[in-house]
């Protein structure tokens, strides 16, 4: 008897395993763990149990996900293979059942591997728009390196894409075949997520894809979505309605021009007198009513021989000549982050000058001793690149950046440099410039100068800045600007041309010529105060009037 009963007990949970799966993963584990421990700790010992061996153990147990279409848990005794991500997963709340969704770039997004379905397509894997910087939310399509229908191999490269910051090589993750290249060569503003591509793992499967169109695109393909139908006319019956007598006035007839002038008795009176065209006159009374006075003032201007513009005349502006340009994606970011920093970053400003003319000496005795080593010449930026890192390693905090709820200030000094190019400004960073010699930043720059030129920026190139510095006065000769800071820095040194100048000397008729170089300081208030501002300047105007202190 008590056997039976066990049994009937057992029954009744397995009609109710699959409610329970989804509703409560403790409750699943009562009916069918041997130990019948009820807590969450036993469910958590149960689902570890039954996860794949790649999720990552350090994580919260209860906070994982694996890929979607991917059955952690099979009634037929069949387990299906999970696919491994090469890259890192993404944590979020857990969902209970069958499935657990995931998806994934290159950086932030990973492909969707997806399961043969009623459509009759095999197992394939859909390739979203990867998210290769932390400000990307579209890119572009340079060129496909890989055709449809190509072997493709991890660590090959499959496309060039366009980011917000430079053009970056896309490379294969899984091996397998190109089956299906859903956005082409030159494809512009593809939203991060959105299926550029398919890829197969059998050769054969590749034909069944000519014709696949991707469904439930995240980004919501432009050529796909569907136009929405107009709504149907309602079919009104017409209505007939009396014929208006003769002495009915119709409702949409136009009043005649006459009756669209005010003007008063005095001033029509006055205006018939004398031949006046009313209508060629614009009232200055209430609701444009002709006065006596606008008539008295058209009869003294004829008389003069001075015309009077008509109220009825409209003067055709001449059509201007234009072109419209295309916006690159840099731009596009640079407009969208300037903005929101003026916007939300309260700036002020302060600008000092600087005597130039030892840092002058310094600079020809180095590169006198470059040119003999066979090195590179040193520029005026790169002492003030120096000179900028080694204030901010006496003041460190303009070295910081304002994070809501505390102040992050850091413990490196890398300084970005302004770059403009024809594709717009790029920033790429001098990392730990307080620490490298005057020979290795010319060099560096010069490295970075020429890959922002040419579109070839890696995202390490301009991410981690700490500080920014714009020069416009070496290149440009602008005496001193007030640059807008680069978020989420707190601080852009603006730098503008040395100048001659005259400077009194000790005498009444002595007098001698000296090179200063102005330069503005733009700080964010919440971060920087204006007395901390001021001491980064001394400290900067410290190094660059007296350069040997930097070799120290």
Known sequence: MMRASHLFGHSRKLQNGQN??????????????????????????????????????????LDRRVPETVNTFSFKGSFVKPYLPRAGMKV??????????????????LPRR???????????????????????????????????????????VLCEVETDKATVEMECMEEGYLAKIIRGDGSKE?????????????????????????AGDAGGSKESAPTSAPPPKKEVEPVSSPEPTKSSKPVDAVPLEEDRIIISPAARKLAEDNNVPVSSIKGTGPDGRILKSDIEDYLASSAKGVSVPSAKTTTTAQALDYSDLPVSQIRKVTASRLLLSKQTI???????????????DLRSQLNALQEASGGKRISLNDLVIKAAAL?????????????????????????????QTDNGLFVPVIRDADKKGLSFIADEVKHLAQKAKENNLKPEDYEGGTFTVSNLGGPFGIKQFCAIINPPQAAILAVGSAEKRVLPGAGPDQYEFGSFMSVTLSCDHRVVDGAIGAEYLKAFKGYIENPQSMLL
């Open 20 to 61: 329970a799966l989804q509703r409560d993963a403790a409750f699943l584990i009562r009916c069918f763990s041997k130990s019948a421990d009820p807590s969450t700790n036993g469910a958590d010992k149960l689902l570890r149990s039954q996860r794949p061996s790649y999720v990552p153990e350090e994580l919260n147990p």
């Open 92 to 109: 979020g709340s857990p969902v209970i059942g069958l499935g657990l969704n995931q998806s994934w770039s290159c950086f932030q997004t």
């Open 114 to 156: 997806s399961f043969s379905s009623d459509s009759g397509l095999p197992a394939h894997l859909e390739i979203g728009m990867p998210s290769l910087s932390p400000t990307m939310t579209e890119g572009n399509i340079a060129r496909w390196l890989k055709k449809e229908g190509d072997k493709i191999s991890p660590g090959e």
């Open 190 to 214: 593809i939203k991060v997520g959105e299926v550029i591509a398919i890829t197969v793992e059998e050769e054969d499967d590749i034909a069944k894809f000519k014709d696949y169109k991707p």
């Open 346 to 360: 309260p700036h002020y400003y302060l600008t000092v000058d600087t005597r130039t003319d030892k840092l002058m």
């Open 391 to 419: 204030a901010l390693r006496k003041v460190p905090q303009c070295n910081s950046s304002w994070m809501n709820d505390f102040i992050r200030q850091y413990h490196n000094v890398n300084i970005n440099v302004a770059v």
